[in-house]
């Protein structure tokens, strides 16, 4: 039997454009780069993290989706400029589509489940300010020159002065992610130890990383949240990757990254001041993200 298409939202033809070419603007310009960089065999410290750490391909960023529940009025010319809302993902009736939710797997909604149980604790947890970035300077702690990540960037101290810097700081980083990549001489001088066991114990909402992971949990239950959603955690992701890689010990005027210089007391204040910024922008996503993996969470098996 062909199902039929109920829905508790539509959005008519001349109001769903203006999101998809809103998300385009958002995330085109970023995806294209990397794209093009990456057909020339060209990297990019900053950016490319984004495409690379984060499984989430360019193509599937540009490609518009509406979230779970919600049907779009189209006409032909659609299926012309976005042949995916042809695909069987969708269910479709006359004019209207539909993500179909029979597809909406029990594997999807075990995820989904265990993201809306993230975000409600990362919610509730008091956030964790003045880490100062520290997690991306313990990653080449007392490592050489020759053995840091990002080969053929210069170091903006001396592997010794950034060793007595690193030893000089209290170390609280509660993000399993970051952590894994201490050095082994790092790993001792964190306060906390987490693993990956303990992520939904200790993540809370000052830590870039945890804010920057709301794209990663987005875009592993794309299509069923939107792409808007996904459009607008990748845009935080992409600020705090910026924030991140000032703050961290490479040197990237090159680049045009503008240091922030955490191993003086004006460059800790500098980076509170836009951790504390970013980790609000964060809160509203966070909210929006648990309520739609809740939403999907809750969905009956076919």
Same mark, same amino acid.
């Given at each position: 039997?062909?199902?039929?298409?109920?829905?508790?939202?539509? +959005?008519?033809?001349?109001?769903?454009?203006?999101?998809?070419?809103?998300?385009?603007?958002?995330?085109?310009?970023? =995806?294209?780069?990397?794209?093009?960089?990456?057909?020339?065999?060209? &990297?990019?410290?900053?950016?490319? *993290?984004?495409?690379?750490?984060?499984?989430?391909?360019?193509?599937?960023?540009?490609?518009?989706?509406?979230?779970?529940?919600? =049907?779009?009025?189209?006409?032909?010319?659609?299926?012309?400029?976005?042949?995916?809302?042809?695909?069987?993902? *969708?269910?479709?009736?006359?004019?209207?589509?539909?993500?179909?939710?029979?597809?909406?797997?029990?594997?999807?909604?075990?995820?989904?489940?265990?993201?809306?149980?993230?975000?409600?604790?990362?919610?509730?947890?008091?956030?964790?300010?003045?880490?100062?970035?520290?997690?991306?300077?313990?990653?080449?702690?007392?490592?050489?020159?020759?053995?840091?990540?990002?080969?053929?960037?210069?170091?903006?101290?001396?592997?010794?002065?950034?060793?007595? *810097?690193?030893?000089?700081?209290?170390?609280?980083?509660?993000?399993?992610?970051?952590?894994?990549?201490?050095?082994?001489?790092?790993? #001792?001088?964190?306060?906390?130890?987490?693993?990956?066991?303990?992520?939904?114990? /200790?993540?809370?909402? $000052?830590?870039?990383?945890?804010?920057?992971?709301?794209?990663?949990?987005?875009?592993?239950? +794309? #299509? +069923?949240?939107?792409?808007?959603?996904?459009?607008?955690?990748? =845009?935080?992701?992409?600020?705090?990757?910026?924030?991140? /890689?000032?703050?961290?010990?490479?040197?990237?005027?090159?680049?045009?990254?503008?240091?922030?210089?955490?191993?003086?007391?004006?460059?800790?204040?500098?980076?509170?001041?836009?951790?504390?910024?970013?980790?609000?922008?964060?809160?509203?996503?966070?909210?929006?993200?648990?309520?739609? $993996?809740?939403?999907?969470?809750? &969905?009956? $098996?076919?």
């Amino acid at each position: 039997m062909t199902p039929t298409i109920t829905s508790h939202e539509s +959005w008519s033809r001349e109001a769903w454009p203006a999101r998809r070419d809103a998300h385009l603007a958002r995330v085109s310009t970023v =995806a294209d780069a990397f794209v093009k960089r990456r057909s020339h065999q060209v &990297k990019h410290p900053v950016q490319d *993290f984004l495409f690379t750490y984060y499984n989430f391909s360019p193509a599937k960023l540009k490609q518009w989706m509406p979230p779970m529940g919600v =049907a779009l009025e189209i006409a032909e010319a659609d299926f012309i400029d976005m042949p995916w809302l042809a695909s069987d993902r *969708f269910i479709r009736e006359a004019d209207t589509v539909i993500l179909d939710e029979r597809q909406l797997g029990k594997h999807t909604r075990g995820l989904a489940d265990w993201v809306a149980t993230l975000c409600a604790q990362v919610l509730e947890r008091p956030p964790r300010f003045r880490c100062f970035g520290l997690h991306e300077w313990a990653m080449i702690y007392r490592q050489s020159r020759e053995q840091i990540r990002h080969q053929g960037h210069e170091l903006r101290l001396s592997p010794e002065d950034t060793a007595r *810097f690193i030893e000089s700081q209290n170390i609280g980083c509660s993000h399993y992610d970051a952590f894994r990549f201490f050095t082994p001489e790092a790993r #001792p001088l964190n306060a906390l130890q987490p693993v990956l066991e303990t992520r939904l114990e /200790m993540e809370q909402g $000052a830590c870039l990383h945890a804010n920057m992971d709301l794209y990663k949990w987005a875009g592993k239950l +794309w #299509p +069923w949240v939107g792409s808007d959603l996904v459009g607008r955690v990748f =845009a935080l992701a992409y600020e705090g990757r910026d924030l991140d /890689m000032r703050a961290s010990p490479y040197d990237l005027h090159h680049l045009g990254y503008e240091p922030i210089c955490i191993e003086t007391p004006e460059g800790r204040e500098q980076y509170e001041k836009e951790q504390r910024e970013l980790a609000a922008e964060a809160v509203p996503l966070r909210e929006e993200l648990q309520q739609r $993996a809740k939403k999907m969470a809750l &969905k009956t $098996a076919p």
